[in-house]
């Protein structure tokens, strides 16, 4: 195949393939958490730890990694703690994030507004083999966590004060999602860009929720369909020069309106059949026997 021949695109593509299973792994979380912007959060401040990769010389992923994790730290201090000014707080850290890395990126020897539109929008000729590489290494954290914690996570997820009388360690673990999301948008940032990594960790999930109702199947569609968009907008975006960020997030938009569509009339037909079930028991009456009667627990 033409687009397996060049190296950049090779590269592109496993690149594409760590996204797709990387965001919606840990969107999974943030939407039961009713958090679903806060990767568009961190990805305003992990632009300044870009700036201040170029600014400094080094790779602007790890850079922004360590930007990005410190500010999704203070983003969960915030919201646990900040409860009057907490809003306020935050609009301060994403827009100060956002203007001081177009700052730093302008005032550094290599930055310049095509690097910092790639980082805002993914390029696929950007990503490096030393990109590659770091992004591989965080990719690998994510799915630890998101797989080996899966329990822990969903349950803090769904009900932070049941778990906290369970026993789970509640603070730590959300610092752990804040960081995990963090790790996420760095790992994202050189194929679906800053601007846009929270769509990919968001919408997938939404998509898969339409037809499944489980939380494993939920987790094995999303990353399913992830995977699905982030391969089919690289190659879109090779064959027709088109910007690969914004064509991986409409593929996405496109499959959760087409699964919606999908699932609303075998939402009303479950919902009909329920209906009739209900009234066949109901005329049945209390003192009719059936088969299943008998049988003792």
């Known amino acids: 195949m033409e687009i397996l021949e060049t190296a950049f695109m090779q590269r592109a593509l496993i690149a594409a393939v760590l996204v797709g299973i990387t965001a919606p792994a840990v969107g999974i979380y943030l ?18 730890g870009v700036g201040l990769g170029f600014l400094l010389s080094t790779n602007p ?3 922004a990694t360590v930007v990005s994790v410190a500010g999704a730290i203070t983003m969960e201090l915030i919201r646990a703690y900040g409860r009057t000014r907490g809003d306020i ?14 700052l730093l990126i302008n005032i550094s020897d290599a930055g310049s507004t095509a ?32 797989l080996g914690l899966r329990r822990q996570l969903f349950a803090i997820s769904q009900d932070e004060e049941f778990a906290r009388v369970t026993g789970l360690p509640v603070r730590a673990l959300n610092l752990l999602i804040a960081v995990t999301a963090a790790v996420t948008v760095s790992v994202a940032m050189r194929v ?11 919408v997938p999930v939404a998509a898969a929720q339409q037809i499944s109702r489980s939380f494993k199947a939920t987790f094995a569609v999303a990353v399913g369909i992830g995977i699905a968009v982030t391969l089919a907008g690289t190659a879109t975006s090779y064959y027709q020069d088109v910007p690969p960020g914004a064509t991986i997030v409409l593929l996405a938009i496109a499959i959760f309106v087409t699964l919606t569509a999908l699932a609303t009339p075998l939402a009303r037909r479950r919902a009909r059949a329920l209906e009739a079930s209900e009234a066949e028991c109901t005329m049945e009456g209390p003192g009719t026997r059936r088969p299943g009667d008998d049988v003792k627990v």
């Not at 679906?192 to 968001?202: C, D, R, T």
């Open 31 to 48: 939407v039961q958490r009713r958090q679903a912007l806060m990767g568009d959060g961190i990805g305003h401040v992990a632009l300044t």
């Open 61 to 63: 992923i790890w850079m």
């Open 89 to 102: 707080a935050l609009a301060m850290l994403f827009y100060g994030g956002m203007a001081g890395g177009v």
């Open 115 to 146: 690097n910092l539109s790639s980082f805002l929008f993914g390029s696929l000729s950007t990503v490096s083999d030393e990109d590659l590489t770091a992004i591989a290494v965080l990719a690998a954290f994510v799915v630890l966590v998101s």
């Open 192 to 202: 679906v860009g800053l601007l846009l990594v929270s769509a990919l960790m968001v």
